[in-house]
Every structure is written in C-alpha cells, then in structure tokens.
C-alpha cells in the first residue's frame, strides 16, 4: 500500500525510526535522482553537477558490496552518466531507458515515438527562438523547454508555444507534463520513474530495503514504489505534500544523508560477513 500524499518530516526527526527500518535490511538499494539532489539546481543546464561531497559519498557506497547504487533522472542517459560516475544502475529520460549489467533497455513505444520528439524540438527551437534565453532540449525519447532565464513576461508566451506546437504535432500520442521551470515532452504512456525504480528493485535479495531520494514532481512515483517499506526522501525546504516520508533541505544535506546510509551499510557488509571495502589512504 503506498502512502498518501502529505508534508514529509524533516530526516533528523526520523533517524530513529529509519534506523529501526534498516536493521532488518541484509542489503541496500539507494536510488537517486541527478538535479536538485546530487546536484543543486543551477541557471544553465549544461554546467549542473553533482556537489563534491555526493560525489566522494555516492562513490564510497558504490564501492560498500551490501549496497547497489543507481541514479535515476529525467536526462539522456548519456547525458547523465557523463556528468556522475559509480553507480552500476543508470536511468535516463525518467526511466524510458535503463543501463544495467552491460545492456540498455529502452521503453519499445518511447523508441517508436522518438521521432516525432525529434521534430517538436527542431519545431519549438524556431518558434521560441526570439524568446531571449529560452532553451530546447532535445533528449532523444523526450524533450525539455527550459524557461528559468526567461523574462517573466515573455513565460507565457512559451507555454502557449509550446502548448499549442505539442497539441499540434503530438495529437494523443504525445503529453506535456510540468518540472522546476522546465516543460516537459514525452509519450503518452503509463511509465515513469517509479516503474523503473521497481524494476531495480525487483532485481535484488528479498531483505534488500530500497531507498530513492529526489527533488521534483516526475520523483513522486518512485516515492510510491519505495514507501513504506523502504524510504522516500524529498529533497526541498517546503512543506509540499509528498509521497515520501522524510525531507532534507538541499543536495548539501543529501550528502550528510549518504554518509550516514554508508555508515550503515558498513554494518550491513559487517552483519553478513561479507569483506568490507578497504579503507581508502589520505592523499
Ligand atoms: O530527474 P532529474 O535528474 O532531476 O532531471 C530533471 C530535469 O533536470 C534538468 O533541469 C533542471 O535542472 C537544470 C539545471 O539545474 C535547471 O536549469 C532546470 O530549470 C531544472 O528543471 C534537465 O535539464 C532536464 O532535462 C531534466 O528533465
């Protein structure tokens, strides 16, 4: 049963019972999303990355044999494995494409839809053209209008653009959804971040607990595959209703959450007896 929707706790208040979650755990899923999580949000799309402390965390839990790690975001694949290295999951394009074990699977109806992606964005990027720092991102199986830099007043001209070129171009084959200052285009299908997370999922031990922590609205659902036995952490400073059950603040205190998640999952490798990671020497 998944659980409804309401302001999550701050993470400190529920050390303790996340605790408690973790010790019947034999082994660890820890799912993250790439912006606003490992990395802050920033103006230009092109210049996010993760903080150094998230990055030197997520590398020391990839390294931790009780924990699998995978990041999950609404980029290219590609895109996002170039920007974050060490997990051995990546998800692309909010779960239409999945890199594990050497192979990638992309979702057969985003494969088929692409091409009509493709002419949206080559569409959208003349006719935003004259809209000052607007930005189209073509992402292959899903594109992305960015209006963060944007004058204000020009913001409505790009939704109705874009509103009317997918309407247009895209009929029912096609859907426009929202994200943090972002429209996003993609196939009308039934598929999202949480159907990948459950597909992670279903390829680990029974007592693994699964842990996913993310900032935007395409993250609810993979709180929704996690909850309530594993743990969904919003990442946000705001009281917005949630499906996850914890919040920390910013990708700085995802980082602090990591840490103490690698702490854990020593005591995981400690518990099933498997060899700890060797310690790694100061520089
Ligand atoms: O699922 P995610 O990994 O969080 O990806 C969601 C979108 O993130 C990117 O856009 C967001 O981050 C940009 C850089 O900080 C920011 O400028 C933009 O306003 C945000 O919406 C990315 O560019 C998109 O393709 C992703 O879908």
Redesign the pocket.
């Known amino acids: 049963m998944s659980r409804t929707e309401s302001p999550p706790r701050p993470l400190d208040e529920r050390l303790p019972t996340l605790r408690g979650r973790l010790d019947g755990a034999a082994e660890l899923l820890v799912c993250l999303?790439?912006?606003?999580?490992l990395?802050p949000?920033?103006?230009?799309?092109d210049a996010?990355a993760p903080t150094e402390r998230n990055r030197e965390a997520l590398a020391a839990l990839a390294a931790t044999p009780a924990v699998t790690t995978a990041v999950v975001?609404?980029?290219a694949l590609r895109d996002?494995r170039a920007r974050v290295d060490g997990p051995s999951i990546y998800a692309g394009n909010?779960g239409l494409e999945l890199a594990r074990e050497g192979s990638i699977a992309v979702h057969p109806v985003a494969r088929k839809r692409a091409i009509r992606i493709e002419r949206i964005c080559s569409i959208l990027e003349t006719a935003l053209a004259s809209v000052p720092n607007c930005r189209v991102?073509n992402?292959r199986l899903t594109g992305?209008v960015?209006y963060?830099s944007v004058p204000d007043a020009a913001e409505p001209i790009v939704r109705r653009i874009t509103n009317t070129v997918v309407e247009r171009f895209g009929g029912d084959d096609l859907e426009l959804s929202p994200?943090?200052?972002?429209l996003?285009i993609g196939p009308d299908i039934p598929w999202g971040k949480g159907n990948a997370v459950e597909l992670i999922a279903a390829d680990e031990p029974s007592e693994t607990v699964p842990v996913y922590i993310?900032?935007?609205v395409?993250d609810e659902s993979a709180f929704r595959a996690v909850e309530p036995d594993g743990i969904g952490i919003r990442v946000g400073d705001d009281d917005e209703p949630s499906s996850a059950s914890c919040r920390v603040d910013s990708p700085t205190e995802v980082a602090d959450f990591l840490a103490w998640l690698g702490s854990t999952g020593a005591d995981l490798v400690d518990r099933t007896g498997s060899p700890a990671a060797p310690p790694v020497e100061a520089q």
């Not at 999303?33 to 999580?37: A, L, N, Q």
């Not at 949000?41 to 799309?45: F, Y």
């Not at 994200?179 to 972002?182: A, E, L, S």
């Open positions: 999303d790439f912006d606003g999580t990395a949000i920033v103006e230009d799309p996010a975001s609404g980029r996002v909010h991102e992402k992305t960015h963060r994200g943090k200052r972002i996003e993310g900032d935007d395409t």
